[in-house]
């Protein structure tokens, strides 16, 4: 089965209010998994609002039916459920629009900004290290940015991580890794395969993702005819990347490295961390350290959201196709 259409894409976004600041479309319904498509499989959409509250105000008045029995609620309770529990984000799931079954997360503007420049959680900005389709020009300014240095960040902790000379798919594996590292369905409830299904059906996508920033680093040399990069491996170096890591990253990093008792502040510690043979084990760390958290506090949100039902259903989807792998 052929993926979905920019015709479908339209056709399924009219029949929301479209006071949209972000919109993008993911999955295997999008981009090849090099799995085969089910008529029954899922498009998944992530809509970025300025005003949640209005927006599940007019979004339940046209689509009620989307919403689980906390609809009764109201928009209020809706909005207070998405914005101060697990990845600030709030799922409506196997919905059924203009004969597609669709599932969409609503996240509001400034929660995206702050998890693509922070990873706070690492939800939103993790999906946003991998390809996906903008079905919207991106008029805010503040998101555009955002969205290359979430790209820039994924480039350093993932060079942290890295031998001195690697391949290009090694290098889209360890970013589309980052943030499913600690994600807790990746041992119960995920394809086995996902993370090299995404990147080896995906290369040229990667590729035309991350030209631009890969161009712009100095301390690299990427072979482009070869398909193979070069990295100053020097502490100095290391320092540059563990300098321009994620705020949430570096906390992190800081507890980690403070959990003997004594304080030593950032600053210190980064520069003891570039000299440490153990610097990259140390980063991977801190990063599942955020995906733990986020991965059981939203999927833990998604039972409410979702109401019980769907959600047994959704989950039996996900451990069907972890089995599937597994054989």
Same mark, same amino acid.
């Given at each position: 089965m052929a993926s979905a259409s920019v015709k479908v894409f339209d056709s399924v976004l009219s029949k929301f209010p479209q006071k949209f600041s972000f919109v993008f479309a993911y999955g295997s &319904?999008?981009?090849?998994?090099?799995?085969?498509?089910? #008529?029954?499989?899922?498009?998944?959409?992530?809509?970025?609002?300025? /005003?949640?509250?209005?927006?599940?105000?007019?979004?339940?008045?046209?689509?009620?039916?989307?919403? $689980?029995?906390?609809?009764?609620?109201?928009? #209020?309770?809706? &909005? /207070?459920?998405? #914005?101060?529990?697990?990845?600030?984000?709030?799922? /409506?799931t196997l919905v059924e629009v203009e004969n597609k079954l669709i599932k969409y997360g609503v996240i509001s503007t400034a929660h995206l900004i702050e998890d693509l420049l922070d990873w706070q959680t690492l939800y939103i900005s993790g999906r946003l290290h991998k390809p996906v389709k903008v079905l919207k020009k991106i008029e805010n300014t503040d998101i555009h940015k955002a969205l290359q240095i979430n790209l820039q960040s994924a480039l350093h902790a993932s060079l942290l991580c890295l031998p001195e000379t690697f391949s290009e798919i090694k290098l889209f594996l360890k970013i589309a890794e980052l943030s499913y590292s600690g994600d807790f369905r990746m041992h119960f409830g995920e394809d086995k395969q996902k993370i090299e299904n995404i990147v080896q059906n995906q290369v040229s996508y990667f590729r035309d993702l991350y030209a631009d920033q890969l161009k712009l680093m100095p301390q690299l040399h990427w072979n482009q005819s070869q398909c193979t990069i070069e990295q100053d491996s020097s502490s100095a170096t290391t320092l540059h990347h563990l300098n321009l890591l994620p705020k949430t990253v570096q906390h992190n990093l800081l507890a980690i490295w403070n959990r003997d008792g004594r304080y030593r502040d950032l600053e210190d510690?980064?520069? $003891?961390?570039?000299?440490?043979?153990?610097? $990259?084990?140390?980063?991977?760390?801190?990063?599942?350290?955020?995906?733990?958290?986020? $991965?059981?506090?939203?999927?833990?949100?998604?039972?409410?959201?979702?109401?019980?039902?769907?959600?047994?259903?959704?989950?039996?989807? &996900?451990? &069907?196709k972890m089995i599937k792998s597994m054989k």
């Open positions: &319904k999008v981009f090849s998994q090099g799995t085969k498509l089910n #008529e029954g499989d899922m498009i998944d959409f992530v809509f970025t609002v300025d /005003n949640p509250l209005e927006w599940h105000k007019a979004n339940m008045q046209t689509n009620h039916k989307h919403y $689980s029995f906390i609809k009764y609620a109201g928009a #209020e309770f809706i &909005k /207070n459920i998405q #914005e101060n529990f697990g990845a600030k984000m709030y799922f /409506n510690v980064l520069q $003891s961390l570039a000299h440490d043979p153990q610097c $990259s084990e140390m980063v991977e760390k801190a990063i599942r350290d955020i995906t733990l958290w986020s $991965s059981i506090s939203q999927s833990t949100k998604g039972i409410l959201t979702a109401g019980i039902m769907k959600s047994l259903k959704y989950s039996s989807r &996900k451990v &069907k």
